[in-house]
C-alpha cells in the first residue's frame, strides 16, 4: 500500500542515470525539479512484457500532449541499473523527451512505500508500477497500481489530471 499522498512533498533522492550524448542516443539528465512540473512513471522492469508493450509506448506517443499540459519533465523509472535504462531508451527511441532513471535497489520508491517483492520471479525488490504528477516538488497526483496492467497509472490516466 503506498504511503505517499497528494499533497506531500517528496523525499530527497539521487538518481543514477546515463546522460544524453548523440553517440548513446539517450536521454538527458535529471537536472534539478524545483520550480518544474513532472511526470513520473515507474515500472518494475525495462524490457519487460507489460512495461515495454503497454505503459512506457503510450508516454511517447502522448509526449506532445504532456508539454502541451506545461509539463517541464516527463521521466520513466525503474530498479534497473543506468545501463539497462540507457538501452531501453535507445531501443524505445526516447532521445531526450523521456527521461530514463534508474532507482537503484528501488531506494527512493521504499520511500513513498511503493515497491514490489518480485523474489518470486526471480527478480527481487523493485519500483512498483505508478505514476506520479509532481509540481515544485509536491506530489499532486498518486496512481499506484493494485493489480496487475496498467490503468490509473499509464498516459491515459495520468493527462487528465494535469
Not at 10 to 18: G, S, W
Not at 117 to 141: C, E, H, K, N, S
Request: aromatic fraction near 8%; glycine fraction near 8%.
Amino acid at each position: 500500500m503506498a504511503t505517499v499522498q497528494v499533497g506531500d512533498k517528496i523525499p530527497d533522492a539521487t538518481f543514477k542515470y546515463v546522460p544524453y550524448t548523440p553517440e548513446l542516443e539517450d536521454g538527458l539528465a535529471c537536472g534539478r525539479w524545483k520550480g518544474k512540473k513532472v511526470v513520473l512513471f515507474s515500472v518494475p522492469g525495462a524490457f519487460t512484457p507489460t512495461c515495454h508493450v503497454n505503459h512506457l509506448p503510450p508516454y511517447l506517443k502522448h509526449y506532445d500532449d504532456f508539454k502541451a499540459k506545461g509539463v517541464d519533465v516527463v521521466a520513466v523509472l525503474a530498479a534497473n541499473d543506468p545501463f539497462v535504462m540507457s538501452g531501453w531508451a535507445r531501443v524505445e527511441g526516447l532521445k531526450d523527451k523521456i527521461l530514463a532513471l534508474s532507482d537503484v535497489n528501488a531506494e527512493w520508491s521504499k520511500k513513498l512505500g511503493l515497491t514490489v517483492d518480485l523474489a518470486q520471479a526471480g527478480l527481487g525488490l523493485r519500483t512498483a508500477r505508478y505514476a506520479l504528477i509532481i509540481d515544485d516538488l509536491t506530489v499532486t497526483y498518486v496512481g499506484a497500481e493494485s493489480a496487475p496492467g496498467v490503468t490509473v497509472s499509464g498516459a491515459e490516466a495520468v493527462l487528465p489530471r494535469l
